[in-house]
């Protein structure tokens, strides 16, 4: 089962045979929510968009100064419906209060990075950093492709091999967390197919909404658009005094 229902909780969700967490939802959002944040992506001024060498960025509300952000709040459309679900997926059953952001400094997610990805396009393994709390929630739009996560070797240096593969279908929710959040590197490789895709290969097989499209292990990649929702620990109360920062 990877859709969502109202009784649902979160550990219905975990891909297991990763280190702890990962939870993948195939359809958090409907289609129509879907076009409704693509269109209000492409709305945006062109501004908004950075360039950078293999993918295009935007920044809500804004970037970060020395690791904090300027205290203005999210615009609606990226609030609603998003984190509103967000806050009503409970962690267990048997606490109905209980969310993925109770022990985040604010309590949900307050900065939302937008990446787009054509076919080819990816972003190097890293680690996302102290400035948030650990926990990333990410929306996927337009098209599939794979996050890859990868360990260390004892130099320091980043395995050669992933540990584990996660397809990320569009509409659907990928939160990455704890030790995989602090521990673990994340990665998409610059391909225009995916390829090597099966139960034994994908961390997240049993999760996925539909394999139809995989042939002999493969599928070619389409433009493809994330939202990753996290809390910034840090922020600013200058950007709230002067409203200067809160453009929609
Ligand atoms: O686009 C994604 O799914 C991953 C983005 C990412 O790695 C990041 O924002 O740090």
Redesign the pocket.
Known sequence: MASLTASSCLEDYRIHGLPSSAFYISDFITVSEEQVLLDKIEAAPKPRWKQLSKRRLQTWPSDLTKNALLDTPLPKWLTEPVITRLHSLRLSPSDPKSHIFQDSPHNGPNHV?I?E?LPGQG?MP?K?GAAYHPV?C?V?LGSSLC?EVFGTKEDGTIENKPKGKIL?EPRSL?ITADELYTGYL???SEVEEEVDLGPSTLSNWELLRNTDDIIDGRLKRLPRT?L?YRDVIKVSKLGAKFGIFGSR
């Open positions: 990075l990446n990805y972003i890293h996302d990333v990410t996927s996050l990320q990928l994340h990665g998409i994330s990753t």
